[in-house]
């Protein structure tokens, strides 16, 4: 599957973002997704993940409260829904595919779960 994610800025501190990744080449509804970030210099990090159908999702506990993934698997998309931004949460954000299999309950995923990449897209928060 080959992803194409937009939606970055630059936004003031306390504002908002909805970041969206637009998925073709095979059935988004295959995929447990996810959303990654990157400071320069620093590895990707986990920032959420939602299943196949939308029904359970996991942030990371820095973003929790804050951000929201969701997906429309008609429109092929999916979304991160950022509010109230820090400082911090600049960075290059990646979405990603994952045809890792899930049961009762999510786990991070971690990049080796990973086939299929979004170009990443730069969300800058300024003061």
């Known amino acids: 599957v080959q992803l194409q994610a937009s939606g970055g800025g630059l936004v003031q501190a306390g504002g908002s973002l909805r970041l969206s990744c637009t998925a073709s080449g095979d059935t988004f509804s295959h995929y447990l997704m996810g959303w990654f970030r990157q400071l320069p210099g620093k590895e990707r990090e986990f920032v959420a993940e939602?299943?196949?159908?939308?029904?359970?999702?996991l942030v990371a506990d820095s973003v929790k409260g804050r951000f929201a993934i969701s997906r429309d698997n008609v429109k092929n998309t999916l979304y991160l829904q950022m509010n109230n931004l820090k400082l911090e949460d600049g960075a290059v954000y990646y979405c990603?595919?994952?045809?890792?299999?899930?049961?009762?309950?999510?786990?991070?995923?971690?990049?080796?779960?990973?086939?299929?990449w979004g170009q990443g897209t730069l969300v800058t928060v300024s003061s």
């Open positions: 939602i299943t196949r159908d939308g029904s359970m999702t």
């Open positions: 990603a595919a994952s045809s890792l299999a899930t049961t009762y309950r999510l786990i991070p995923l971690t990049e080796l779960d990973i086939g299929s």
